[in-house]
């Protein structure tokens, strides 16, 4: 069965640290992983990784993927308020001319002033 | 600007009605998704429809419907089949094998 699993489930941080969250993943036909940030309604989309070893960054953000141990990490250095968020993880796997999606149950990150 | 508009944001019914919720996007995406949200459960896909006039279930279809006649709108019914039907549900769009975009969620409880 595919699944995607998420750790921690939560995370209380102070302002500054560097945090690193994990997804590991087994997806039959996979294609690419994704992560997106919850605020409190919309997710929304930070990173698409296709490729293992190649670092995507954007800001603060960054994160990998290692396709031969099934295993992704998401990487907020300098974190700051504006940082909390549920953290979803999803699988990408061939289905058709889209992208058929498996979310993992995300991460709560709490960041205290 | 370009965006997903899913309505209504809250909405509650009694146990035995039919609800729909409705899903607009003006971003020219080819494919529409429909997930369902609860605690502790992340996104769990309902339906998805690839083209106009085309629709497939995901993973947890039952006690749902949909229809995709215009390219700009997918509206999930949630049928009085649905055992547990409260839930945050959230509309997202694609183009081809590209990010989903997700629209802001509707939330529903069955009283």
């Known amino acids: 069965e595919d699944k995607v699993v998420q750790s921690p489930l939560s995370l209380v941080v102070h302002e500054g640290d560097t945090v690193t969250l994990n997804c590991s993943y087994e997806?039959?036909?996979?294609?690419?992983l994704l992560w997106y940030k919850q605020e409190k309604k919309a997710p929304t989309f930070l990173f698409m990784l296709t490729s293992s070893g190649i670092e995507k960054k954007s800001g603060r953000l960054s994160s990998i993927l290692d396709k031969k141990e099934l295993f992704s990490i998401l990487n907020i250095t300098a974190t700051q308020t504006g940082d909390s968020a549920v953290y979803l993880c999803?699988?990408?796997?061939?289905?058709?001319?889209?992208?058929?999606?498996?979310f993992g149950t995300g991460t709560l990150l709490a960041v205290q002033p | 600007d370009g965006g997903i508009t899913q309505s209504p944001k809250y909405l509650f019914r009694k146990e035995g009605q039919n609800v729909t919720l409705s899903c607009e996007q003006n971003?020219?995406?080819?494919?529409m998704y429909w997930y369902r949200q609860d605690p502790g459960q992340g996104l769990r896909l309902i339906y998805y429809s690839q083209i106009v006039n085309d629709f497939q279930k995901g993973d947890i279809a039952e006690g749902y419907s949909v229809s995709r006649e215009k390219k700009e709108s997918f509206p999930l019914t949630v049928t009085s089949a649905q055992k547990n039907p409260t839930a945050f549900y959230l509309c997202?769009?694609?183009?081809?094998?590209?990010?989903?975009?997700f629209g802001e969620g509707s939330r529903l409880t069955v009283l």
């Open positions: 999803a699988g990408a796997f061939y289905g058709g001319a889209t992208n058929k999606l498996i």
């Open positions: 997806v039959t036909n996979f294609r690419s």
């Open positions: 997202a769009s694609s183009m081809g094998r590209g990010e989903l975009f």
């Open positions: 971003l020219n995406h080819d494919a």
